[in-house]
């Protein structure tokens, strides 16, 4: 399938994953929910991508960018649920798109293109309705995850144009790895959901949907985009999470939403993705 079809099916994910998480605080924690979301993740990824020959197999700076990577993902899942735990999801994802704005910069090299981006960026701001808050520690989270967010998007294009075993069965060693790093942290939030079979099922299904459907659909797209245009597509997520909003809340979007959504759909038909 084209790259953009598989983008287009991270995006919905990747808002109903944290959309369940949400639900789930409560009754495991901020960091017992990250902590089962990556477990869920490794346990999938694990017979079906060995990650354990995969890093065998890797030479050093392959190893290096698979830690790299780990770390990132393993971080970045955190800060995002501590971020969510304290701030509207519209700030989080503001926060989030403005560093995919630099990396988008970065690979535009045409007024068509920089003229795409600004179309893009003033159709989120739209949708987003950005809002400031007197929460310095949802704040720090919430740019935390967003400076990660940037090191997923430079980490995973390198990891899919790498030797490290290919994309997916990098993405399954660098997925172990975040399991490894979190395994500590959230494990005894995390207890109450292995007493309770419909908790344990919930807590694996936003697994699966968060961190397992949208990074694989990540990098079968990363491998054939360049990095700034998969950077500028990101704007559609804030689309994708209205549309949501639409479907599964019934929340119906104002005039203004649905002219933040024209404006960031033209932005990304406009631009013209440079030769990689």
Not at 7 to 30: R, T
Request: proline letters at 7%; a positive charge; aromatic letters at 8%.
């Amino acid at each position: 399938m084209p790259p953009h079809v598989w983008f287009g099916v991270s995006a919905v994910f990747h808002y109903l994953g944290p959309a369940f998480a949400v639900l789930l605080f409560p009754h495991v924690g901020v960091l017992g929910m990250a902590w089962l979301r990556i477990a869920t993740a490794a346990l999938v990824f694990a017979p079906l991508t060995r990650p354990w020959s995969v890093f065998a197999r890797a030479d050093r700076s392959a190893r290096l960018l698979l830690l790299a990577f780990g770390a990132c993902l393993a971080v970045m899942n955190c800060s995002f649920y501590l971020a969510l735990d304290r701030l509207p999801i519209s700030l989080v994802a503001a926060i989030e798109f403005v560093g995919t704005i630099g990396v988008a910069l970065v690979g535009l090299r045409s007024p068509r293109n920089v003229a795409a981006l600004a179309v893009a960026v003033i159709g989120t701001l739209l949708l987003i309705d950005v809002k400031w808050s007197d929460d310095p520690v949802g704040l720090f989270w919430a740019f935390l995850n967003g400076a990660l967010f940037v090191c997923y998007i430079v980490l995973g294009h390198r990891i899919a144009a790498s030797g490290a075993g290919g994309g997916i069965a990098a993405l399954g060693a660098a997925m172990a790895i975040a399991f490894l790093m979190v395994l500590p942290i959230g494990l005894i939030d995390a207890l109450p959901a292995f007493s309770s079979p419909p908790l344990l099922l919930a807590a694996i299904g936003v697994g699966v949907c968060s961190s397992v459907i949208p990074y694989i659909c990540d990098q079968l797209a990363m491998s054939r985009l360049p990095r700034a245009s998969f950077a500028l597509m990101m704007s559609l997520l804030p689309v994708t999470a209205t549309l949501i909003g639409v479907v599964v809340l019934r929340q119906i979007p104002s005039l203004t939403d649905c002219l933040g959504i024209t404006l960031v759909v033209a932005g990304v038909a406009v631009h013209r993705p440079a030769p990689k």
